[in-house]
């Protein structure tokens, strides 16, 4: 059995478009909250975590309707369309208010910029479950370790096509000392990239024929599944391996709350402490997400051979690690500098390690008929860390010191690696090739 390369790749544009959005939304609407609106962080922590509060009931709730969903394009792909074509149009507004409220202010246009800001959100909701869903629905349970980590780098593609472009059109010497900063080109690159991303995956990706072919061969391997069928036609997990989800959701929540502390005030902070633009703070995420990319498939690998639990934990004494290092480099230095890249480089490997491994550890312990259930699970416990990070960290950033980013967010991806400790299940292996049949086609 071998992974289907360049199908997944294929399968990964719908998580390209996601995570280019994310990026945008992540590293500018705190900036133009900011700046524009005048917000202090804990208001604009609090718009920011609403992404996360809407995601934690959106994310499952459209993640177990697609499980239900019967169409002819398949059960995920209406709603990948859906939301991307009203995200795409959505997104486009947000800096026509803002750069019409600098202009001339008006209570009108704060309130119309949160609602298409809620709207956008909404749409967005809508399909990232099902998206990330589309996946274990066409790989089999002991490749998906190898499948997420390339959904994970074309996700980091994405991510990384908007911190070059941020780091190419808002470099600090067009942005220091402005007054205000038009995103508008931004914005637009960025949704004819997510709508171009999810036209190509409607395309070239038959998701029902591929869903088919993936339950016959799951069918023919019982021993793939944890979960016990109770005879209803649901499945009902044993109490030990309850206890592992359990456990394994803690600790998602745990990194997330950690990882989404930096990447939502990282641009914000930079430019308090250290008097870096929004161009200096896209380069150093520009090479965290160029190291990950460069080991989401190693990663994946890696995994196959110690398993997921063994390559999590490594990732988050790492992240911890480079967390302490990034406060220790920013209050250091007075500018970003060649020492802070490599630090970001090791951010993103240890972010690959846990990122690859912990979906399938999830859906690993369910059978093919609730993914988008697991997958909404997954979701739900990472958002409703997100809802509670940007509020937490903003209000201590601005009570203490904005010096204390990096290490909240060092003690709590600290605090993931004993939760995982815990976790027992959704470790599934897969034997290394050896000899000529490591040389298989990848495009097979």
């Known amino acids: 059995m071998k992974l289907n390369y360049k199908r997944t790749f294929i399968v990964g544009l719908a998580f390209l478009s996601i995570c280019a959005f994310w990026q945008v939304y992540d590293n500018v609407i705190p900036l133009i909250l900011k700046e524009t609106f005048h917000l202090n962080e804990t208001f604009a922590g609090a718009i920011m975590a609403a992404d996360n509060f809407l995601a934690l009931f959106l994310?499952?709730?459209?993640?177990?309707?697609?499980?239900?969903?019967?169409?002819?394009?398949?059960?995920?792909?209406?709603?990948?369309?859906?939301?991307?074509?009203?995200?795409?149009?959505?997104?486009?507004?947000?800096?026509?208010?803002?750069?019409?409220?600098?202009?001339?202010?008006?209570?009108?246009?704060?309130?119309?910029?949160?609602?298409?800001?809620?709207?956008?959100?909404?749409?967005?909701?809508?399909?990232?479950?099902?998206?990330?869903?589309?996946?274990?629905?066409?790989?089999?349970?002991?490749?998906?370790?190898?499948?997420?980590?390339?959904?994970?780098?074309?996700?980091?593609?994405?991510?990384?096509?908007?911190?070059?472009?941020?780091?190419?059109?808002?470099?600090?010497?067009?942005?220091?000392?402005?007054?205000?900063?038009?995103?508008?080109?931004?914005?637009?690159?960025?949704?004819?990239?997510?709508?171009?991303?999810?036209?190509?995956?409607?395309?070239?990706?038959?998701?029902?024929?591929?869903?088919?072919?993936?339950?016959?061969?799951?069918?023919?391997?019982?021993?793939?599944?944890?979960?016990?069928?109770?005879?209803?036609?649901?499945?009902?997990?044993?109490?030990?391996?309850?206890?592992?989800?359990?456990?394994?959701?803690?600790?998602?929540?745990?990194?997330?709350?950690?990882?989404?502390?930096?990447?939502?005030?990282?641009?914000?902070?930079?430019?308090?402490?250290?008097?870096?633009?929004?161009?200096?703070?896209?380069?150093?995420?520009?090479?965290?997400?160029?190291?990950?990319?460069?080991?989401?498939?190693?990663?994946?690998?890696?995994?196959?051979?110690?398993?997921?639990?063994?390559?999590?934990?490594?990732?988050?004494?790492l992240l911890s690690v480079m967390f302490f290092m990034g406060f220790v480099l920013t209050t250091t230095f007075s500018s970003i500098n060649p020492i802070m890249f490599a630090a970001f480089a090791l951010v993103g490997i240890a972010w690959a390690a846990i990122n690859v491994n912990s979906l399938p550890m999830v859906v690993e312990m369910c059978k093919g008929s609730d993914i988008g259930k697991f997958t909404g699970l997954y979701y739900t416990a990472s958002m409703a860390a997100q809802i509670v990070t940007p509020i937490l960290a903003g209000t201590l950033m601005r009570l203490i010191s904005y010096k204390v980013l990096f290490i909240y967010a060092s003690i709590f991806v600290l605090l993931s690696f004993v939760t995982m400790t815990q976790v027992k299940h959704g470790d599934q292996k897969v034997e290394a090739k050896k000899g000529l049949e490591a040389f298989e086609n990848m495009d097979d």
């Open 59 to 317: 994310l499952p709730f459209f993640g177990s309707l697609s499980d239900k969903t019967d169409t002819k394009i398949g059960k995920r792909m209406p709603y990948i369309l859906f939301g991307t074509g009203c995200a795409v149009i959505l997104m486009n507004l947000l800096p026509i208010l803002d750069n019409s409220y600098f202009n001339t202010p008006s209570a009108f246009k704060v309130v119309s910029f949160v609602i298409v800001l809620g709207l956008l959100l909404v749409a967005m909701g809508t399909y990232r479950s099902p998206a990330v869903a589309l996946m274990p629905d066409v790989t089999p349970k002991p490749l998906r370790s190898k499948a997420n980590a390339i959904i994970n780098l074309m996700g980091a593609v994405g991510g990384m096509i908007y911190l070059a472009l941020a780091a190419i059109l808002y470099p600090k010497a067009k942005t220091l000392n402005v007054e205000h900063i038009d995103y508008q080109i931004l914005f637009v690159i960025v949704s004819g990239i997510m709508f171009v991303a999810v036209a190509l995956l409607f395309l070239f990706v038959k998701e029902p024929k591929l869903v088919e072919e993936n339950r016959i061969l799951e069918e023919q391997h019982p021993e793939w599944n944890l979960a016990e069928d109770d005879g209803s036609g649901h499945e009902e997990l044993p109490a030990d391996v309850k206890r592992s989800l359990g456990f394994l959701l803690a600790s998602i929540a745990l990194w997330f709350i950690g990882y989404n502390a930096v990447t939502t005030w990282f641009t914000t902070y930079v430019k308090v402490v250290m008097g870096e633009g929004l161009g200096g703070a896209s380069t150093c995420l520009l090479v965290a997400t160029a190291g990950a990319i460069l080991s989401y498939i190693p990663v994946g690998n890696i995994a196959s051979k110690i398993g997921r639990k063994k390559t999590i934990m490594g990732g988050t004494i």
